[in-house]
T-cell receptor
Framework: DADVTQTPRNRITKTGKRIMLECSQT?????MYWYRQDPGLGLRLIYY???????NKGEISDGYSVSRQAQAKFSLSLESAIPNQTALYFC??????????????FGPGTRLTVL | AQSVTQLGSHVSVSEGALVLLRCNYS??????LFWYVQYPNQGLQLLLK??????LVKGINGFEAEFKKSETSFHLTKPSAHMSDAAEYFC???????????FGKGTRLHILP
């Protein structure tokens, strides 16, 4: 099955550490997204990418960076993790040629805890 | 710009009772509307979507939603709740030409035995 996968699924790290969350997809979609989910705040967009050379900031990009290594891979990095980055992180994809536009296909999520 | 408001961050219903989760949207152009469901410890999956083909949309697991332009609403319903419906539900909106989808803050549905 064409799918969206995320690694790791769970991660505990310490304040100040650099951490990378990875996302891979076999759907052949051009667009990829990173969201964080916090209780009561819903999903907030961190970064999104339309192709390897097109990276865009979302509403909460401070403290994060991304890399689109290939059409199928989109990584999220926390250069120096802090406790308020403890959250559930989701990767998603969409196909801009598929109606309705922007329908999102989600990975299973990464639960990140920063101590 | 588009926006979505979900009324009630938590909703509790008894097993067998009607489920009603409310979503109101704001958009200056015709919207596409989505409901996603997140079961415990899982990612989000699409429950149903409105694409202007029909105002009453049927989704998986017996859920449906009705698009009401005059009320700018897209409420989610299910006639009879089941324990397995306990989850968080997200309403979302997008439009032609937009580069992203806008999510509501979510409603957690609790099913009482």
């Amino acid at each position: 099955d064409a799918d969206v996968t995320q690694t790791p699924r769970n991660r505990i790290t310490k304040t100040g550490k650099r951490i990378m969350l990875e996302c891979s997809q076999t759907k052949g979609h051009d667009r990829m997204y990173w969201y964080r989910q916090d209780p009561g705040l819903g999903l907030r967009l961190i970064y999104y990418s339309f192709d390897v050379k097109d990276i865009n900031k979302g509403e909460i990009s401070d403290g994060y960076s991304v890399s689109r290594q290939a059409q199928a891979k989109f990584s999220l990095s926390l250069e120096s993790a802090i406790p308020n980055q403890t959250a559930l992180y989701f990767c998603a994809t969409s196909d801009p040629t598929r109606f309705p536009y922007n329908e999102q296909f989600f990975g299973p999520g990464t639960r990140l805890t920063v101590l | 710009a588009q926006s979505v408001t979900q009324l009630g961050s938590h909703v509790s219903v008894s097993e067998g009772a009607l489920v009603l989760l409310r979503c109101n949207y704001s958009s200056s152009v015709p919207p596409y509307l989505f409901w996603y469901v997140q079961y415990p410890n899982q990612g989000l999956q699409l429950l149903l979507k409105y694409t202007s083909a029909a105002t009453l949309v049927k989704g998986i697991n017996g859920f449906e939603a009705e698009f009401k332009k005059s009320e700018t609403s897209f409420h989610l319903t299910k006639p009879s709740a089941h324990m397995s419906d306990a989850a968080e539900y997200f309403c979302a909106v997008s439009v032609v030409g937009a580069d992203k989808i806008i999510f509501g803050k979510g409603t957690r549905l609790h099913i009482l035995p």
